[in-house]
T-cell receptor, first 112, second 114 residues
Framework: GQNIDQPTEMTATEGAIVQINCTYQ??????LFWYQQHAGEAPTFLSY????GLEEKGRFSSFLSRSKGYSYLLLKELQMKDSASYLC?????????????FGQGTELSVKP | GAGVSQSPSNKVTEKGKDVELRCDPI?????LYWYRQSLGQGLEFLIY????????KSGLPSDRFSAERTGGSVSTLTIQRTQQEDSAVYLC????????????FGEGSWLTVV
């Protein structure tokens, strides 16, 4: 079966750093995506990892360890506008066309 | 178009009625996906199109749900005899296809069945 786990919610302070973890158990692995979703809006793409290691993109970084079935999204210098749901999603070789299997999402609240 | 376009953005319907939701993908994207998101829940895969064919319909929850795609572009998701549990946001997404291409989402169609 396919299983993707994330914490349901997290709280952090403006200006701080937060790490959102994601673990997955899937039939094969072909890449992991992180999306950001503000309330009432569509998910927007943040990052993609297919090889082990850290991918940095401005204030956001994403890490992958395929042997551990583990990823995290790191958000630095948090801003109030970063309050959103963060979705971890995996693609597998067994599926067609690259459909994404999503976790439940982590609701991040950034407080002043 | 510049992004994935969906209509209607909001739909309130009576239980038992049929509804049609439309998706216009990004120009040139051959792959099109339908997902459903219930309040406070994650995204649930419904169906995937490559061109006009649907190789993966595994997520459709019942035979009341169907989808088609014509001309390799616009897709319509139809829900027959709607039930209250069908209330959700229906998100359409598109990509260039393949496992490593980013999937881009539309704003969604908010369906409320009363």
């Amino acid at each position: 079966g396919q299983n993707i786990d994330q914490p349901t919610e997290m709280t952090a302070t403006e200006g701080a750093i937060v790490q959102i973890n994601c673990t997955y158990q899937t039939s094969g692995f072909n890449g992991l995506f992180w999306y950001q979703q503000h309330a009432g809006e569509a998910p927007t793409f943040l990052s993609y990892n297919v090889l082990d290691g850290l991918e940095e993109k401005g204030r956001f970084s994403s890490f992958l360890s395929r042997s551990k079935g583990y990823s995290y999204l790191l958000l630095k210098e948090l801003q109030m506008k970063d309050s959103a749901s963060y979705l971890c999603a995996v693609t597998t070789p067994g599926n067609q066309g690259g459909k994404l299997i999503f976790g439940q999402g982590t609701e991040l609240s950034v407080k002043p | 178009g510049a992004g994935v376009s969906q209509s209607p953005s909001n739909k309130v319907t009576e239980k038992g009625k049929d509804v049609e939701l439309r998706c216009d993908p990004i120009s040139g994207h051959t792959a099109l996906y339908w997902y459903r998101q219930s309040l406070g829940q994650g995204l649930e895969f419904l169906i995937y199109f490559q061109g006009n064919s649907a190789p993966d319909k595994s997520g459709l929850p019942s035979d009341r749900f169907s989808a088609e795609r014509t001309g390799g572009s616009v897709s319509t998701l139809t829900i027959q005899r709607t039930q209250q549990e069908d209330s959700a946001v229906y998100l359409c997404a598109s990509s260039l296809g393949g496992a490593r291409n980013t999937i881009y989402f539309g704003e969604g169609s908010w369906l409320t069945v009363v």
